[in-house]
């Protein structure tokens, strides 16, 4: 096992009885590290990665997203809630499906929420044909009242009760796990600055061959977060 201590952004213990942890991006199906340099006047190049077929690939990046120095630890990527894909990060599904399909995965997010998403609607990340459609779609937000929420298929829907400080300096560390096959008890947590903050019995799962997306539409109902994220994780037990 590996506890990351060296980094506060996880606060979570990585476990696995059939091999050693190396590091913590340890069967990480996607990593997108976000953390590469650019300059506030261009769109910055972003590639990810499947440390479990050791692939890679470029994302597809919106216009109107920058790397700025200002995020955590360094660089990060500051999106925008102008129109649908120009202030969004993409992950092209046919190089990595992301969620698709996975019954047991746990997401990790780092998200510095802007002063601008305070007492607004702020998305930070779906996966979904169609954002509001909930059946085989994925979507993590922050609502107006300034409360994470996260939809995974037609039946899991989580509502944090961690109030989020939206001053763009204040960082935000989401975690989500999801096993349909738990024995019992909750199926799917919703974790926020290490804490329990909301759960589900349902079973429902991301299906859909929809691009992973770091951002929203554009539009006032499925706003984009315009805070920065850097560092974006999946998990997945193979």
């Keep these: 096992s590996e506890e990351n201590a060296d980094d506060v952004w996880y606060r979570m213990l990585m476990v696995d009885?059939?091999?050693?942890?190396?590091?913590?991006?340890?069967?990480?199906?996607?990593?997108?590290?976000?953390?590469?340099?650019?300059?506030?006047?261009?769109?910055p190049s972003y590639t990810f990665y499947n440390k479990n077929d050791n692939t890679n690939g470029s994302a597809?990046?919106?216009?109107?997203?920058?790397?700025?120095?200002?995020?955590?630890?360094?660089?990060?990527?500051?999106?925008?809630?102008?129109?649908?894909?120009?202030?969004?990060?993409?992950?092209?599904?046919?190089?990595?499906?992301?969620?698709?399909?996975?019954?047991?995965?746990t997401l990790t997010v780092h998200w510095?929420?802007?002063?601008?998403?305070?007492?607004?609607?702020?998305?930070?990340?779906?996966?979904?044909?169609?954002?509001?459609?909930?059946?085989?779609n994925f979507e993590l937000s922050k609502n107006a009242n300034d409360k994470i929420i996260c939809n995974i298929g037609a039946d899991i829907s989580m509502t944090g009760t961690s109030f989020i400080t939206c001053d763009g300096s204040r960082p935000t560390s989401i975690i989500v796990t999801l096993n349909t096959s738990a024995p019992s008890g909750p199926k799917a947590k919703l974790f926020v600055n290490g804490v329990l903050d909301d759960s589900s019995i349902?079973?429902?799962?991301?299906?859909?061959?929809?691009?992973?997306?770091?951002?929203?539409?554009?539009?006032?109902?499925?706003r984009s977060t315009t805070g920065t994220v850097e560092e974006v994780l999946i998990y997945t037990k193979t």
Excluded: C
């Excluded at 601008?116 to 909930?134: F, P, R, W």
């Design 112 to 136: 510095t929420p802007s002063t601008a998403d305070n007492g607004v609607i702020s998305y930070i990340a779906y996966q979904s044909t169609a954002l509001g459609t909930a059946l085989g």
């Design 17 to 43: 009885s059939n091999v050693d942890i190396e590091n913590k991006y340890h069967k990480a199906k996607l990593w997108i590290p976000l953390n590469e340099t650019g300059i506030p006047t261009t769109v």
């Design 202 to 222: 349902s079973s429902t799962y991301q299906t859909t061959a929809a691009n992973f997306t770091l951002g929203g539409s554009g539009t006032s109902t499925y």
């Design 60 to 105: 597809t990046v919106g216009a109107d997203v920058r790397a700025v120095i200002e995020g955590q630890a360094g660089y990060a990527a500051r999106l925008s809630s102008d129109a649908a894909i120009a202030g969004a990060i993409q992950i092209p599904s046919g190089t990595n499906d992301a969620l698709t399909d996975e019954q047991e995965f």
